[in-house]
């Protein structure tokens, strides 16, 4: 390989494989390192596969994901094709990582890494793709002091775009190549009489043995091209498991983890079992939640119910599914872990989503034009601002039926004392924090950066979102991040304009601890660095991290998020006196904000945490969600 390849200085090659070889590289003008893939050639000579490898690439560089190695872009240099993805420092691959370690992964341990690469998994499912090439190699280990390592997922999606086919045939010809074996179709083979070296067998047996044990059975023959997706990363990730545990590929009539290891802890049998199906019809659909109930929390099969909507709201659904345990709280989750039900049936409360309220800042005439003399040539004047026919792009939500709960803290800051009992009304929470996709659709309505009453709604220095030439834009990757540099009345505003509100301080609350006592943190009584975005440098894209026990994503930090409420320093102690809605002081000087964000310390992600500024502030850590009330 040339020393220089496009606007790269490659310092030196990382991997092989059958989707080509990897390379160390410096950007020659920014001076950043980049892993690059310089793709086989022989792939390029269709012009067909050409036109999909283009299209498809792009589609790579959208996806964004805490796991996963983001791909840059693609370029060409001197007939190389070569693929930008970012390098990830002291890493190694999950293959040398295990071969490091004096004992075998423990029972708890695994679980945690699998759980990382079942929610990258999860997501580039739901973005329309698959990975297609699961396997140790590609899969990138950042230890990290006292803590479970970090994985990254790499090559995602490029063995789906070349095709398993291609990838078999290539990983043949590697060890004919290496072998010295020569194929003939229409005689016999003909071998090499040069020795091989006996150091190169074992590692050329293991890197050939990996690529092939993973391909789900639809993969390793023609013929079935259709049935090649998301199913066969679900036949992958058994793979995975059984070989993280045992040490071993399954192969034919292969026995249980149970069976190997007696006296696990977890029902690994169950996921093996789910995932490896010969047909690939019978397997998981999704692996988040069967991960969540291998650690002890039960998950019920879910069903989606349509939602029906007026006919100026887009189309939305809302998830729920049956609940089991009687309690005096009862929640319909798209992701449901902790059940919360007071009947046996499912419950048929919806979003109220009302009808726009969408008020531009209009400006007065100049009352001194009447004394100004009559003019030969005309004054100039604007052509009339029209309102751009713009549909928000509305959240997912879940639904909470309304009950008696606990919110406040005796052990926390003096302005979360006492804890004590309120009761509140049913009402609806979008999964996610409203992102600059969403948000910049309705600046462009709005024709602007402040609201009717000319109060500022976001600084754009603030945020991610430009405005070049009139014309607004959000920074490259950004799209999918929670909207940033937002004042409360921006929230309020974007709120009213997809008929909904923001919730109120109490319902935060209850929706973040899943109104149990024992959630001081979304996740329990603590929470770690994978389980939300904390003690970070910067926002992360909305659902990067799994979602709570509810179904609700980054409840604790990323954000902190705009609430309803005026903050009262004691107002838990008038809340304890009329507890049925509270809805906040009837004035104040500063509004609530709740959930930490990606800069907070650990203490600030606890579901009882308060926090407050002026309704006018507006930085790079204060987000917002939005809420509706039920019927």
């Known amino acids: 390989m040339k020393e220089i390849l496009g606007d790269f ?102 679980l945690a890494l699998l759980k990382q690469i079942a929610y990258v998994l999860d997501y580039l499912h739901k973005e329309k793709t698959s990975h297609g090439g699961l396997k140790l ?48 179709l229409k005689s016999e083979t003909i071998y090499s009489a040069k020795e091989i070296d006996p150091n190169v067998l074992p590692k050329l047996h293991r890197s050939f043995l990996q690529t ?43 026995p249980m983890p149970s069976k190997v290891l007696p006296g696990l802890r977890f029902d690994w049998d169950r996921l093996i079992k789910a995932t490896m199906h010969q047909d690939a019809e019978d397997r998981l659909d999704t692996l988040m939640p069967l991960m969540e109930s291998l650690s002890g929390k039960p998950v019920k099969e879910l069903k989606e119910v349509e939602v029906e909507i007026e006919k100026f709201v887009p189309e939305q659904r809302v998830l729920t599914r ?98 004590h009992k309120i009761y509140i009304e049913s009402f609806a929470l979008d999964v996610h924090p409203v992102t600059n996709e969403q948000f910049v659709r309705f600046l462009e309505v709005m024709g602007g950066e402040k609201d009717s009453n000319n109060s500022d709604m976001l600084a ?24 940033v540099g937002v004042s409360w009345y921006g929230a309020l505003a974007y709120a009213k304009w997809v008929g909904k509100r923001l919730p109120t301080e109490a319902e935060w609350e209850v929706a973040a601890s899943g109104n149990s006592e024992e959630h001081i943190y979304p996740f329990g009584l603590d929470i770690e660095r994978s389980e939300a975005n904390f003690f970070n440098s910067d926002t992360t894209p909305v659902m990067s991290y799994p979602a709570s026990s509810i179904g609700l994503y980054d409840m604790s930090g990323n954000v902190y998020e705009w609430c309803e409420d005026w903050y009262g320093y004691n107002y838990y102690e008038h809340s304890l006196q009329e507890p ?28 009882s945490h308060r926090h407050r500024n002026n309704p006018g502030t507006m930085n790079r850590t204060y987000g917002f969600r939005c809420a509706a009330d039920t019927k």
């Open 460 to 483: 754009l220095k603030e945020s991610r979102i430009k405005r070049l030439g009139g014309r607004l834009s959000i920074e490259s990757g950004y799209a999918k991040h929670p909207v």
């Open 9 to 110: 200085r490659i310092l030196r090659q990382i991997g092989k494989g059958p989707l080509g070889e990897t390379y160390l590289a410096e950007h020659k003008f920014l001076k950043k390192r980049y892993a690059i893939k310089v793709l086989p050639g022989e792939l390029f000579q269709n012009e067909g596969f050409l036109k999909r490898f283009e299209k498809e690439v792009e589609n790579l560089a959208k996806l964004e994901h805490l796991n996963l190695a983001k791909v840059h872009s693609v370029s060409l240099q001197d007939n190389n094709y070569f693929i930008i993805s970012d390098y990830i420092a002291d890493a190694e691959n999950l293959s040398s990582y295990l071969g490091s370690l004096d004992s075998r992964l423990s029972e708890k341990d695994t």
């Open 580 to 607: 049925t809605s509270p809805k906040g002081p009837p004035q104040g000087v500063y509004r609530v904000l709740r959930g930490g964000c990606w800069k907070s310390l650990k203490e600030d992600l606890r579901c």
């Open 322 to 419: 049956e609940p089991t345990a009687p309690r005096t709280f009862k929640m319909a989750t798209a992701v449901s872990t902790a059940p919360f039900a007071t009947t046996s049936s499912v419950t048929e409360k919806k979003p109220v989503i009302n009808p726009s309220e969408m008020k531009r800042l209009e400006f007065d005439a100049d009352p001194g034009a009447i004394f100004q003399a009559p003019r030969v040539v005309a004054p100039y004047r604007p052509k009339e601002d029209v309102v751009r026919e713009i549909q928000p792009m509305l959240t997912e939500m879940v639904v909470i039926e309304g009950g008696e709960v606990c919110r406040g803290s005796n052990v926390g800051a003096r302005d979360e004392k006492p804890r």
């Open 212 to 254: 092939y044990a993973f391909l789900a059975p639809e993969q390793k023959v023609g013929g079935i091209k259709d049935k090649i997706g998301p199913k066969s990363d679900i036949y992958a990730f058994g793979v995975l498991t059984y070989f993280l545990l045992t040490g071993t590929f399954p192969e034919g009539y292969f």
């Open 137 to 184: 190699n590609n899969i990138l280990v950042k230890k990290a002091e006292d803590e479970i390592p970090h994985l990254y997922l790499t090559d995602a999606g490029l063995s789906s775009i070349v095709g398993s086919g291609k990838i078999v045939t290539k990983a043949y010809q590697m060890v004919a190549e290496t072998l010295n074996v020569a194929p003939h």
